[in-house]
């Protein structure tokens, strides 16, 4: 049990356009989701958490109008790149904690990697 | 949160027990430690956590000093899948879950 998806799992778009990034938890109600961002050879860096039916909050130099994160349903959240730029090319991996269990751990998503041409 | 620091690589052959250390010299007392792992161009996979006592699952075993200023991740015996990078975290239990991933260490379990 206990399982998150993402989809895609790989997108390539042109600069200046937006892509939606999917997280689903499959087998459970997410209370929260978080977002986390991974340039190569990098630890994981979270940019954001989501609560289901609130604003998302993010962590510090993490633009909220650039990375847009909806929690609209208890087990989806979606984070939208705004016009992307080549620097924002990165491996977002997206996390969830079971609803109803505060000591949970996160499950993480198997990651959506996004190449800016 | 706590900060957490672990060796950037290790070595181990395999079938032997792989030891990785972490110190969180820094952690308080509602902070548990968690372990995950990533293998390369995948999402994280939980191993283990602890608050205070030793804990062992099919996995791994993890054991936290008395004063849990540092932890150790046993892999008891070692295959080449278990290749990856190894994360501790410190966590508080009511800071929304938030994790806040340091460095890591590489293991590489070599034949």
């Known amino acids: 049990g206990a399982v998150v998806s993402q989809h895609p799992s790989w997108v390539i778009c042109k600069s200046g356009t937006s892509v939606k990034i999917e997280c689903r938890s499959l087998d459970f109600q997410a209370t929260t989701m978080f977002w986390y961002r991974q340039f190569p050879k990098q630890s994981l860096m979270l940019m954001a958490t989501s609560n289901e039916g609130s604003k998302a909050t993010y962590e510090q130099g993490v633009e909220k109008d650039k990375f847009l994160i909806n929690h609209a349903s208890l087990t989806l959240s979606t984070l939208t790149v705004t016009s992307a730029h080549p620097e924002d090319s990165s491996f977002y991996i997206c996390?969830?904690?079971?609803?109803?269990?505060?000591?949970?751990?996160?499950?993480f998503g198997p990651g959506t990697r996004l190449t800016v041409l | 949160d706590a900060k957490t620091t672990q060796p950037p690589s290790m070595d181990c052959a395999e079938g032997r027990a792989a030891n990785l250390p972490c110190n969180h010299s820094?952690?308080?007392?509602?902070?548990?430690v968690y372990w995950y792992r990533q293998i390369h161009s995948q999402g994280p996979q939980y191993i283990i956590h602890?608050?205070?006592n030793n804990e062992t699952n099919e996995m791994a075993s993890l054991i936290i000093t008395e004063d849990r200023k540092s932890s150790t991740l046993i892999l008891p015996h070692a295959t080449l899948r278990d290749t990856a990078v190894y994360y501790c975290i410190v966590r508080a239990l009511y800071n929304f879950n938030k994790f806040y991933f340091g460095s890591g260490t590489k293991l590489n379990v070599k034949p």
């Open positions: 602890g608050l205070k």
């Open positions: 820094t952690i308080s007392g509602n902070e548990y």
């Open positions: 996390s969830a904690t079971r609803r109803g269990r505060t000591t949970d751990t996160q499950y």
